[in-house]
């Protein structure tokens, strides 16, 4: 019993000599949580010295392999909270369908380190992120190709749609869809290209309109339409807008190159 409690105290107090450590080298921190325009999640995860290791370089790269494993679970909670659509969390789709919730698991697992930072207690800290375009395809795993309204066969003048919806109570989540003025989907997930599915997503996310017309997803020459109204995170147009857009060659919505931006 005693041996029991001198184990618990000793662990207790490694965790609180790692909680004062000192970072020595690595990275910036990078914040956690959803990054709209980036289109990416990101996460930290923190590991402690192994108490048992018979060096510091092992302490160090056990604490290392910690930290990416709390790195992983932290992602994996982000991830459940981001919402699809006007009325799907990402954690509902999990629950409801396997297919999915494998899916984006393995996609999570697959994450990016973007960050670390070493401890002088040889403590770790990692930083980690996933592209929020590579879950577009988890979540949709059956797409039904929904041919983009203009004219294919056009001249190509515009290289990407920046819908300005500021004013508006939009909610960004992973699916929006663009409606015209009668209320007909003309751009969703299914508009996508298998190539853009993975790469580009559906939309990004953007805070003032000037950054959003010289991003590179939207292209040197975006077309810019305002926003009638939103329902969640569906826009629909006005009719002048839904009829401009299908006078025109808009085969960049295929490439996902479409900024909507919040105010």
Known sequence: MKRTIGV?????AVGVVWAQGKAVQGDPKVPSGVNWQG?????????????????????RLGAEMAAKMDALRQLLSQV???????STK?????????????????????????GKRYFS????EVDVEVSTAMLTDAIDPDPVPVAPPGKPDGEKKNTGLVIDARGLKVMPALAP?????????VYTIDSLSAEARKSAGVASYMQSLEDAQKSLKA???PLVIKAAKANGSDLQLAADDAKKLSAMNTAFLAEGKVVIVLN
């Open 8 to 12: 618990i105290v000793l662990a207790l």
């Open 39 to 59: 289109q990416v999640i990101r996460a930290t995860g923190a590991g402690a010295p192994d108490m048992k290791a018979s060096s510091p370089a092992q302490a």
């Open 80 to 86: 459940k909270g981001v919402s699809i659509d006007s």
């Open 90 to 114: 990402m954690d509902d789709a999990m629950r409801k369908d396997t297919a999915i919730n494998a899916k984006v698991e393995g996609v999570v697992k697959g994450f990016k380190v973007v």
């Open 121 to 124: 207690d040889n403590g770790v």
């Open 177 to 185: 869809r663009l409606l015209d003025d009668a209320g007909k989907p």
């Open 219 to 221: 292209g040197d020459k």
